[in-house]
């Protein structure tokens, strides 16, 4: 769900210009964090009657079809060059096609909740990784702090001191390896993607548009066509691609362009907080004690790896 860091990877050129929209901003930003907090919903929703990687693809194809309009609309021309082409593939496996995956398979055996509640975890993933991977992010002790709270969180949400009673290893892997697949996306586009000249809308509608190919050749091999279509399940993939995907991009590059990155960010710690309430309300799934508090530890740790060093 978390696209922020991708968006301030490529070079402020391909911004655009900022400028004021007719809806406030924060208005924008508590749409946009209601929208991918009830995705995890809608994943639940969608995957009762269909299968793992039909939600994906009908997600990727509904939220290429909203990116397509838009880009009608502003006369937008995909990106050029089989490079950037090349590029944007391996963006779109890593960014879109994966993690969609992997946590539409995680919520046939985990609850909504706790997916949205991995998915908070991609801040401490992307600060390991940049560590790592990118020289210009210096391991600060609020950052190193930061990851082990997040870490305790983690632990937390877990109920490690149960031996993790009453959870699906298996998904709740593919919830975390969803939530890592975001930062390393995030990193590849900085390091091959950053300064392309490309506006923010033409390479993600092409990011999409190759996810929505990669799905198309995966998802026949491992499904058959659904005999029948409910009508709830497909609403819920419908909205999942034309709201949670495609809508949620657009609306999130506006904040990023207007606000900067860093604020636009924040967005990420809301999420979890919705997917639960939805989750908890409209699905009725159950929560103990330690999902909401290894939830706030969680968000307390990525907020910390966020904090800019002092100069």
């Known amino acids: 769900m978390s696209t922020v860091t991708s968006a301030r990877a490529l070079s402020p050129a391909a911004a655009g210009p900022r400028r004021r929209a007719a809806l406030d901003w924060r208005v924008r930003f508590g749409v946009l964090a209601l929208i991918w907090g009830f995705s995890f919903l809608l994943i639940k929703v969608g995957t009762e009657a269909y299968a793992p990687f039909q939600v994906t693809f009908g997600r990727l194809l509904f939220g290429t079809a909203v990116l397509a309009a838009a880009m ?6 995909l990106p050029r060059g089989v490079r950037t082409w090349g590029h944007l593939a391996v963006a779109a496996l890593l960014l879109n096609a994966l993690p969609f995956s992997l946590f539409a398979y995680a919520e046939l055996t985990v609850p909504s909740t706790l997916a949205g509640i991995c998915n908070a ?13 990118l020289s210009e992010d210096r391991p600060t002790r609020s950052r190193v702090a930061g990851l082990g709270i997040g870490f305790i969180g983690v632990l937390t ?28 996306g995030w990193i590849y586009v900085r390091r091959t993607l950053a300064g392309t000249g490309h506006s923010h809308l033409s390479m993600t509608g092409a990011q999409l548009l190759l996810a ?10 491992f499904t058959t066509l659904p005999s029948h279509f ?6 819920a993939v419908v909205a999942l691609g034309a709201l949670g995907t495609g809508l949620a991009m657009l609306v999130q590059y506006g ?4 606000v900067g990155p860093t604020t636009a960010q924040m967005v990420t710690y809301f999420i979890p907080v919705i997917a639960t309430a939805a989750g ?13 508090v290894g939830a706030v530890v969680v968000l307390a740790g990525a907020a910390l790896t966020q904090a800019k060093p002092r100069p």
């Open 212 to 221: 929505t190919a990669q799905l198309a050749v995966v998802t026949p091999l």
């Open 72 to 77: 009608a609309v502003k006369r937008e021309r």
């Open 255 to 258: 904040i990023v362009a207007e």
């Open 157 to 184: 949400v877990l109920g490690v001191w149960q031996g993790f009673h009453g959870l699906d290893a298996t998904g709740t892997a593919m919830a975390l390896l969803a939530s890592l697949s975001y930062p390393v």
């Open 230 to 235: 409910p009508v709830v399940p497909l609403l």
């Open 121 to 133: 975890t991609s801040p401490l993933w992307g600060m390991a990784l940049s560590l790592v991977a």
């Open 280 to 292: 908890v309300a409209i699905l009725g799934e159950s929560l103990s004690w330690s999902t909401p």
